[in-house]
């Protein structure tokens, strides 16, 4: 089973992605802000991460830094879901080493099929 | 001794002999009529401030050293004007010197008590004039440059007019309260005299007429007495100076007429039925009382008037006589073949020799022929004479169609009324019997009840002025009178660089002009000389071609030694003029005004337009910022609508696709979709209604409410939260009275902002507590919850819009992210304000609302009656 973290800190986002991923057959892990996922992280090592950026206490940039200073981690995915729509917050977030950057509003089935997509890549 | 008290006392030189006795024999004589020869400068002497600054400006700028070129330059600097001044001049003041040897002699002789010896080398009183004509023509001759000031003369005089007044205060307080009772006791006295009445009264319109001449009389010759003129202008330090002179010298001459009333009916009294001359009574009445200290006293004070007069008539004469008379007509071809150190010593001898002969004349003239005539009318004929330079002195300064022909005709014919009116008659009984003056031509001109000399007055103004104008205004001027006419005129428009307003054109050699300034200066003056002019107009070249400029500076150079016109003479030889034509006269000072005035403009527009430059960078700066700003803002509304959309665009997303969702889900999920919806419009609701704030779109609607109900209303639909979360609201009341002026819905808006903050951060259990009361005259609410707290680096923010947005490290609370920022907004359009605050345990948001209560209100009321 494969497991996927969601970590935003806007309630009603986290219902419709956790029924979304639990439907299609993940084990799925909730955080509301960034110290939720790394002490998630501690124990836990997700395929996937689906990662907001504006969220209290640390946001998801210095998340995904962290991240990727962890070694067991080296093969998670990671995906940034925001509503930061500018350029230079999307490249910002991929030069961070994040694997995709989707903005949102989103559709749920085409967010499902990257997840997909990137699972089947490696 | 540059001090403005110097320059004011020393214009006192104007209180001669003739006010120390002149003034009471005339009280005594006359009555009233002596004050209006004080009475016509102290109401002309405020005027000073503008006409004086003038006459002074020009003066400097010219180098004017005397009256007599101050006019003839206006009027194309005309040698023969010049020396027609300066005889009008001496005709007049020489008898006026006379009268105050007279004054001196007979004083002199009464407190010495000897007798006057018709032997001129036996009278003592000779003697005393040969001592003071001699020491004036030493001392008053220190500069070869007359325009140069005199500093040690000036305050020699400014020191004797201290002393003179001080002496005649003593006398007056004397006589009033040693010989007399005070006022009142010689008032009773006087009043049992038999003319009394007559001499305190104007004597009807007929006597207030001759009033009014002589008033005008006193008035020119504030300005035209030579003395006068060169206190007041030529040795004039600052021109600041003069503020100080226009309130001190008045005063002055207020002071010094006090006790002249008094001291001439208290002569009346004491030596009614008695045979006196009533201007000695300032000696007599000591001297009756054998008070000897006093009438010494009154001689010295009386001396000291004399002698300052006639020194510095007798210097201002001999400029005069030297500069526009001997040296033009006689000396300039003599000083051209000469060394500087031959001429200076010329020029400085012929002054010398001027004021001593000056003097000498003055005292014969007293010796033969004025002998028996009294001080009073002596010194009115010279106000006369002088009075007809009036005409062509005020029109050099105000008039621009003045011309040398109006000048010299109204000059010529009002003097010449004058000694056919005044002079003539005075010393030949035999004239006044002759049919040219009885015949009905003359009859027809006489006015019965003017006193001659107000007649005269009158005719010869009348006569000057009129063919001045006439004159004037029929005949075309030349250039270089309407050269100056505009230099006069408009002096404050020339004052910088007036050098360049002197129109010239023609050929001219610069060696040629040198060798005549070296002839005056000498070698190291005129080197200096001409560096400073270079230095001023920026001349770097080594041509010898002089221009217009140079011209003026070289003529300025030599008027203080030998006067404008001789100066002019001089520089003309050495140089070829061609004639300009009117017009292009005109034409050259225009622009030459413009390009000062170009100059001027141009330096302002370019301060101008860097200020406007630098506004514009700030208003440029402060648009990017906005810009920015709104950026900013976008890009957050952008993601706060962003948001809710996220959720709700899932949601049905998840709805459309899975037709077999649990009811109970599937429930929750429409929910979500409906309060997401809210959001949306309560974001956009709360973006339109901040911007409505802003652009002040909202009217407040501000009247008295009562503040504990505004805020119990605000809690209300709130308090089945604070149950639910088990929270402790209390409420602290301070105040003595509740109502204060608010709009009460925007109000309950902030209150029901502030407390659902305060119910999202609160922990459960926890405590809210708001606190009502007046602080330094305002309204202040505490709303304290407690909680975590705001980070520290925070605070300053929390109001801004969309701030949670921006800080992630605050937890958002569910709204629009522009609540806090709504409230501010809303206290500071009541004038009021909002703080937030970190406390121990929790955090604290104060809201101050000004306090304009009626009571307040009604103090201002009071405090503004009190003002007004």
């Known amino acids: 089973m494969k497991k996927i973290l969601i970590a935003d800190d806007e309630h009603k986002i986290i219902m419709t992605l956790e029924y979304a991923f639990k439907k299609a057959g993940y084990e799925v892990f909730i955080a509301r802000d960034g110290s939720e996922v790394l002490e998630l992280l501690k124990t836990e090592v997700p395929d996937v991460i689906l990662l907001d950026i504006m969220m209290p206490n640390i946001d998801g940039y210095t998340t995904l830094t962290e991240i990727k200073k962890n070694k067991n981690l080296a093969k998670t995915k990671v995906i940034f879901l925001s509503a930061k729509t500018g350029e230079a917050d999307i490249k910002k977030g991929l030069d961070l080493g994040a694997d995709d950057y989707i903005t949102k509003p989103y559709s749920i089935k085409k967010l499902t099929e990257r997840v997909e997509e990137l699972l089947n890549d490696k | 001794m540059n001090n403005p008290y110097v320059y004011a006392l020393s214009l006192a030189v104007y209180c001669s002999a003739w006010t120390y006795y002149g003034s009471i024999g005339v009280a005594a004589n006359q009555g009233l009529e002596y004050m209006a020869i004080y009475i016509g400068p102290i109401i002309i002497i405020p005027a000073w401030i503008y006409i004086n600054t003038k006459i002074i400006r020009i003066s400097r700028v010219n180098k004017i050293s005397s009256i007599a070129d101050f006019i003839s330059l206006r009027y194309g ?157 030529i040795e ?277 002009i040198q060798k005549i300034l070296v002839q005056f200066l000498g070698v190291k003056k005129t080197e200096q000389a001409l560096k400073i002019f270079n230095l001023k107009y920026k001349i770097t070249n080594d041509s010898d071609t002089a221009d217009s400029r140079f011209i003026k500076f070289s003529e300025n150079l030599l008027s203080g030694r030998i006067g404008t016109a001789s100066a002019k003479i001089l520089i003309e030889g050495v140089t070829k003029e061609d004639k300009i034509s009117l017009p292009e006269v005109l034409k050259i000072l225009e622009e030459s005004k413009e390009n000062i005035s170009l100059n001027k403009q141009l330096s302002e527009q370019s301060h101008q337009l860097i200020k406007l430059s630098n506004e514009l960078q700030n208003v440029n700066e402060n648009l990017l910022e906005k810009d920015q700003q709104k950026d900013e803002f976008l890009d957050s509304v952008a993601h706060e609508l962003r948001t809710p959309i996220t959720a709700i665009r899932a949601t049905s997303e998840i709805l459309l696709d899975d037709e077999d969702m649990p009811p109970e889900l599937k429930k929750d999920f429409l929910e979500n979709i409906i309060s997401e919806s809210d959001r949306l419009s309560e974001i956009i609701n709360d ?60 109000m309950i808006q902030v209150f029901q902002n502030i407390l659902g903050n305060a119910l999202k951060f609160t922990n459960d259990q926890g405590m809210i507590q708001t606190k009502f009361q007046e602080k330094d005259d305002q309204l202040k609410i505490s709303i304290f919850n407690t909680g975590k707290t705001i980070p520290e680096e925070d605070l300053e923010f929390i109001f801004d819009k969309f701030y949670q947005s921006k800080n992630q490290n605050l937890r958002k609370p569910v709204g629009s992210g522009l609540g806090l920022a709504i409230c501010k907004k809303i206290m500071v359009a009541q004038k009021g304000d909002i703080e937030v605050k970190n406390k121990e345990i929790g955090v604290t948001f104060e809201i101050f609302l000004p306090i304009t209560n009626n009571e307040s209100v009604q103090n201002a009321d009071d405090q503004n009656i009190k003002e007004i």
């Open chain 2, 77 to 233: 600097n005309s040698r023969s004007l010049s020396a027609l001044i300066a005889l009008v001049c001496m005709f007049a003041i020489i008898p006026y010197i006379g009268l105050q040897i007279k004054a001196i002699s007979e004083t002199f002789h009464l407190v010495t008590e000897t007798g006057q010896s018709d032997n001129i080398f036996f009278d003592s009183a000779t003697y005393v004039v040969l001592i003071i004509a001699l020491f004036s023509s030493y001392y008053g001759t220190k500069y070869v440059d007359a325009s140069e000031k005199r500093l040690g003369i000036i305050s020699a005089v400014a020191v004797e007019s201290f002393l003179k007044l001080i002496f005649f205060v003593i006398l007056g307080i004397f006589v009033v309260y040693g010989v007399f009772n005070g006022f009142e006791d010689i008032y009773t006295q006087a009043s049992k005299l038999p003319d009394f009445a007559a001499k305190n009264s104007f004597n009807g319109l007929e006597g207030s007429f001759n009033w009014f001449l002589m008033s005008m009389l006193s008035m020119s010759a504030i300005f035209l007495l030579p003395r006068q003129f060169h206190t007041a202008i």
């Open chain 2, 687 to 746: 973006i339109l209604y901040l911007d409505k704030l802003e652009t002040g779109t909202i009217s407040l609607n501000i009247k008295e409410n009562n503040i504990i109900q505004t805020f119990r209303k605000a809690l209300k639909p709130l308090l089945h939260l604070f149950d639910q979360r088990h929270l402790h609201h209390s409420e602290v009341h301070l105040l003595e009275n509740d109502i204060f002026e608010y709009d009460e819905p925007r």
């Open chain 2, 236 to 512: 004039n330090r600052k021109e600041k100076h003069i503020k100080t002179a226009i309130w001190l010298f008045p005063l002055y001459l207020l002071i010094f007429n006090f006790f002249v009333f008094p001291i001439a009916w208290g002569g009346k009294i004491l030596f009614f039925g008695q045979d006196v001359n009533p201007e000695l009574y300032s000696i007599l009445i000591p001297q009756k009382f054998g008070n000897i200290f006093i009438s010494t006293l009154v001689f010295f004070g009386g001396l000291s008037a004399c002698i300052s007069m006639i020194i510095i008539s007798s210097i201002s004469l001999s400029i005069m006589l030297s500069n526009n008379i001997i040296i033009p007509y006689g000396w300039l071809d003599e000083f051209k073949s000469k060394t500087e150190t031959d001429n200076t010593k010329s020029i400085v001898n012929i002054r010398k020799v001027s004021i001593f002969l000056l003097i000498i004349s003055g005292f014969i003239f007293y010796k033969y022929l004025i002998l028996g005539k009294s001080l009073y009318s002596i010194g009115l004929v010279s106000f006369v004479l002088i009075a007809q330079l009036g005409p062509s002195f005020f029109g050099a300064i105000f008039w621009r169609r003045g011309t040398y022909a109006g000048s010299v005709t109204g000059i010529i014919v009002g003097v010449l009324i004058c000694f056919f009116g005044l002079i003539f008659p005075s010393f030949s009984e035999s004239f006044l019997q002759s049919s040219l003056y009885q015949n009905e031509f003359f009859n027809f001109f006489k006015i019965p009840y003017l006193s001659p000399i107000a007649q005269i007055f009158f005719w010869s103004m009348f006569a000057n002025s009129a063919l001045f104008t006439i004159i004037s205004a029929n005949t075309v001027s030349n250039y270089r009178e309407r050269n100056y006419a505009e230099l006069y005129v408009d002096i404050d428009d020339y004052i910088q660089n007036h050098e360049n307003a002197y129109i010239w054109k023609g050929t001219a050699n610069i060696s040629d």
